[in-house]
C-alpha cells in the first residue's frame, strides 16, 4: 500500500476513555491496598502513600524532612547499605514530597521483591533519621536555597504562595533561619504518628500474580501496627494575604519573572472540568492566547502559561512567565488583555474545537502505560472523587459551548482580584 505524504491523516473523534480499575483489599491494620494488574513485563511499582500531618508553623519543615530523609538510614542499616541493598536488585527507590501526601515508591522485579520489600519494611517502620545525615541535609538544602533565592522565578512562585495561602503547607516558603528548627528529636515523633499504616494506601501497578500480592500484603500487614497516637492530616484553612501586589526589585536584572492568579475551585467542583477548558484556551498549551500574543505576536518572551492546581484543600490558577526587563508592564497589560477578552468576547468555534482535540487527546495519551492508569486514579482517590469524574471530564471537554466558557470567565477571572508579583525590573 502507498502513502500519500501529501495527505493529512483522517481525523477521529475520540469516543470514550477506558480506564483500569483497581482490585481492593483492606489489611487489618487498617492499610488500604488498590492493585493494576497489567502487562507482561516482571516488574511491579509499589506505593505508599501517606498523608501529610496537620501543618505547624513553628516547626514548618517537618512533614518534607521527614520524607525526605527517609532512606538515611535505620536501626539495622546505614544510608549505604540501603542504596546497595536496592540497587543489587536492580530495584529504584524514590521518596517524593507534595502539599497533601508524601510517597515512598519501589520498582523492582518481581523475583526480587523478596530481598527489597524488607528494606522497605524498615524504612517505613524503623528510620532513625541520624544526626550526622540531618546535619548534612540541612547544610545541603541552605546551599541549594541560597542558588535558588538567584531565580526571579522561583522567587515569583515562592511569593505568590505564600501571598494565596499564609502559614499552610501550601504556603509555605522556608529561609536559612527555617532551617534551623529541625531537629531529630521532633523528626521522630512526627514520623511515627505519620508513618502508620492506618495512615497508608498502598498502590500497586504492573504484573501482579496471586503470590506476589500476598508477599506483599503480609509484609505489610504482620508485624506492622499502629501507634497510640493517630496521625493528624487535617490542614489549617488557607489565610491569604489582603495586600495582592508585590514588586522585588532588581536593579541589575536583564528579565522579569511574573506570575499572578487567584484562588479558585479544585476539582471537587462540578465546575472544575469546564475551568479546565477555559485555563487551556488561555494559556494551558502551546497554540493558547498567551502564547500566540505575548510569544508569537510580541516577542516578550520564550514562553508563557496558565495552569490549575488542584489541592486536597485548595485550588488556584496562574500565569507564569518570564519576560524581558524592558518590556514588563507591556506584558502584564497584554495578559490582563486577553484575561478580560475571555469574558467579553465567545470564543470562536474553530478555536474551541482546536482545543477539545488537544485537550481529549492528551488525556489519551497520558494513559500509555498501568503505572499511567494507576496516578490517573490517585488523583480521584485522593481527592474523594469515583470514575464518574472522568466521564464528567470527557462529557464537559466535548459539549462545553462559548457561552458557558463566557460565563465563567466572568465568574472565576476577576482581573482586580488577581495576586500580582514581578521580580526583576518594571
Not at 489582603?242 to 476539582?267: C, W
Not at 466535548?398 to 508579583?421: G, P, Q
Request: hydrophobic share 40%.
Amino acid at each position: 500500500m502507498t502513502i500519500d505524504r501529501k495527505q493529512a491523516p483522517e481525523f477521529r473523534a475520540i469516543d470514550n476513555i477506558n480506564l483500569l480499575r483497581p482490585a481492593h483489599q483492606a489489611l487489618d491494620n487498617g492499610c488500604n491496598v488498590f492493585c493494576f494488574n497489567s502487562g507482561d513485563q516482571e516488574l511491579v511499582r509499589i506505593e505508599w502513600v501517606f498523608g501529610n500531618q496537620r501543618f505547624n508553623p513553628e516547626k514548618p519543615l517537618l512533614n518534607v524532612a521527614v520524607n525526605t530523609m527517609l532512606t538515611e538510614g535505620t536501626n539495622s542499616l546505614t544510608a549505604s547499605q540501603i542504596a546497595d541493598k536496592v540497587d543489587f536488585y536492580g530495584a529504584f527507590l524514590q521518596v517524593d514530597y507534595g502539599y497533601d501526601n508524601s510517597v515512598v515508591t519501589l520498582y523492582s522485579l518481581n523475583k526480587h521483591l523478596k530481598h527489597t520489600l524488607p528494606v522497605l519494611k524498615d524504612i517505613l517502620t524503623d528510620s532513625i533519621f541520624p544526626e550526622k545525615e540531618l546535619a548534612t541535609y540541612i547544610r545541603n538544602q541552605q546551599q541549594k536555597l541560597q542558588v535558588s533565592l538567584q531565580k526571579n522565578d522561583v522567587v515569583a512562585r515562592r511569593t505568590f504562595n505564600k501571598a494565596l495561602f499564609g502559614d499552610t503547607l501550601y504556603g509555605l516558603g522556608a529561609d536559612m533561619d527555617t532551617y534551623k528548627t529541625l531537629h531529630r528529636e521532633d523528626m521522630l515523633v512526627h514520623f511515627k504518628q505519620m508513618y502508620q499504616p492506618s495512615n497508608c494506601t498502598i498502590l500497586i501497578a504492573g504484573k501482579i500474580e496471586p503470590e506476589i500480592l500476598k508477599l506483599i500484603t503480609d509484609t505489610f500487614d504482620k508485624d506492622w501496627t499502629n501507634g497510640e497516637i493517630k496521625a493528624d492530616t487535617s490542614q489549617p484553612e488557607a489565610n491569604p494575604a489582603p495586600e495582592h501586589f508585590y514588586f522585588t526589585e532588581k536593579p541589575d536584572a536583564l528579565q522579569s519573572a511574573i506570575r499572578m492568579g487567584l484562588s479558585v475551585i479544585n476539582r471537587n467542583h462540578p465546575d472544575f472540568p469546564y475551568l479546565q477548558v477555559l485555563n487551556t484556551v488561555l494559556g494551558g498549551y502551546f497554540g493558547s492566547r498567551l502564547m500566540a500574543n505575548i510569544r508569537e505576536d510580541k516577542g516578550y518572551t520564550y514562553g508563557i502559561g496558565s495552569g490549575i492546581s488542584s489541592l486536597k484543600h485548595a485550588g488556584a490558577m496562574f500565569i507564569a512567565t518570564e519576560v524581558g526587563a524592558d518590556v514588563c508592564k507591556s506584558a502584564v497589560a497584554e495578559i490582563e488583555k486577553e484575561v478580560n477578552l475571555l469574558k467579553t468576547d465567545l470564543i470562536p468555534e474553530e478555536e474551541l474545537s482546536l482545543v477539545r482535540n488537544y485537550m481529549l487527546g492528551s488525556l489519551l495519551g497520558s494513559l500509555e502505560n498501568v503505572f499511567s492508569h494507576a496516578d490517573k486514579f490517585k488523583n480521584l482517590y485522593f481527592a474523594g472523587l469515583d470514575y464518574d469524574y472522568y466521564d464528567r471530564y470527557v462529557d464537559a471537554i466535548k459539549t462545553v459551548d462559548a457561552t458557558h466558557l463566557k460565563d465563567l470567565a466572568n465568574k472565576y477571572l476577576d482581573f482586580d482580584k488577581f495576586y500580582k508579583v514581578i521580580v526583576g525590573k518594571c
